[in-house]
């Protein structure tokens, strides 16, 4: 074999290489590098200081972090664990029985999760608006009463808002994961349950639901990642880049933002992004143990 013919392989695998050393390795490793250094970008890399852990200190005893840490949580709780109560059912429903246009409401329960979150969050923004929000207007016209929540304001009612927003665009996601999945499973496993007197419920419950476990394992999994890491939607939602009145519903990803952009403290923001990172490491990792154990016989 010649040279020219031992050296085609990496020649072909070169631009794969190249695009992932750039824009897949390169930015973790800057970053975990970064968050060892005190750095002002504004006076170029000559003026990073090298401060070992004081950035994870740092973080791990600001009050604002921890505050936006619990906001994400309970964000990505209070959106993905509904998605997953609707989806499911949703999934069998239309698996057993929409038949024929069931293509045509996966593509529309799909719509919202092709949409761009940008283009979502600013629909739902007018929507939930306090003057002229249609949320508000048919409240009052039907109650009768001058009702004009703050929605985009009140610290008690953002929260729900972002994570109904993230419901809204996530749930068809997950939906199309549980359809495709039973489209793998035999129509003979429920029409044997058909013929033992097993009803809908029953189906969905006993056969169904055992055999989706790893895929409510993956989509489950999906949904903590992507909740943990929410960005956009509060981002847009309150209109101040901020998380909201008093960082209500800030997420770590825009407290991580601030901290770096506003503030100018990109180190401390590299030590929040790994912090996170790690958190989401290990959330993952005792979700999987806890599924698997209650798997277990």
């Known amino acids: 074999m010649t040279a020219a013919r031992q050296r085609a392989p990496y020649?072909?695998?070169?631009?794969f290489l190249l695009l992932f050393v750039v824009f897949g390795a390169f930015p973790p490793l800057f970053a975990a590098a970064l968050s060892l250094f005190a750095w002002d970008p504004a006076s170029g890399y000559a003026s990073a200081r090298f401060v070992g852990l004081d950035n994870y200190v740092f973080a791990l005893t600001d009050p604002w972090f921890w505050?936006?840490?619990?906001?994400?949580?309970?964000l990505a709780l209070a959106a993905g664990v509904p998605q997953h109560l609707v989806a499911l059912p949703l999934a069998f429903w239309l698996h057993r029985?929409?038949?024929?246009?069931?293509?045509?409401?996966?593509?529309?329960?799909?719509?919202?999760?092709?949409?761009?979150?940008?283009?979502?969050?600013?629909?739902?923004?007018?929507?939930?608006?306090?003057?002229?929000?249609?949320?508000?207007?048919?409240?009052?016209?039907?109650?009768?009463?001058?009702?004009?929540?703050?929605?985009?304001?009140d610290p008690a009612l953002l929260k729900p808002l972002?994570?109904?927003?993230?419901?809204?665009?996530?749930?068809?996601?997950?939906?199309l994961l549980y359809v495709t999945a039973l489209?793998?499973?035999?129509?003979?496993?429920?029409?044997?349950?058909?013929?033992?007197?097993a009803g809908s419920w029953r189906q969905f419950r006993h056969v169904a639901l055992?055999?989706?476990?790893?895929?409510?394992?993956?989509?489950?999994?999906?949904?903590?990642?992507?909740?943990?890491?929410?960005?956009?939607?509060p981002f847009i939602l309150t209109q101040d880049g901020r998380g909201g009145s008093g960082g209500a519903a800030a997420t770590t990803a825009i407290?991580?933002?601030?901290?770096?952009?506003?503030?100018?403290d990109f180190g401390s923001a590299a030590a929040m992004a790994w912090l996170l990172c790690v958190a989401i490491a290990?959330?993952?990792?005792?979700?999987?143990?806890?599924?698997?154990?209650?798997?277990?016989p």
């Open 210 to 233: 055992p055999l989706l476990r790893p895929t409510i394992l993956f989509a489950g999994t999906l949904s903590l990642i992507g909740g943990l890491q929410l960005f956009e939607e």
């Open 11 to 15: 020649l072909f695998l070169a631009p």
């Open 67 to 74: 505050q936006s840490f619990g906001n994400t949580l309970w």
């Open 255 to 264: 407290y991580l933002y601030r901290t770096a952009f506003d503030f100018g």
């Open 97 to 153: 029985r929409a038949g024929r246009v069931r293509h045509w409401l996966l593509g529309a329960y799909f719509l919202p999760f092709v949409t761009a979150s940008v283009a979502v969050s600013l629909t739902f923004a007018t929507l939930f608006a306090t003057d002229y929000g249609l949320v508000n207007q048919a409240l009052q016209r039907l109650t009768g009463l001058p009702l004009a929540p703050d929605w985009l304001h």
């Open 162 to 175: 972002v994570a109904l927003v993230v419901f809204w665009r996530y749930v068809g996601w997950n939906t």
């Open 282 to 296: 290990l959330l993952g990792w005792a979700a999987h143990r806890a599924f698997r154990r209650e798997e277990a």
């Open 183 to 197: 489209q793998g499973v035999s129509p003979a496993l429920f029409e044997a349950a058909a013929l033992d007197g």
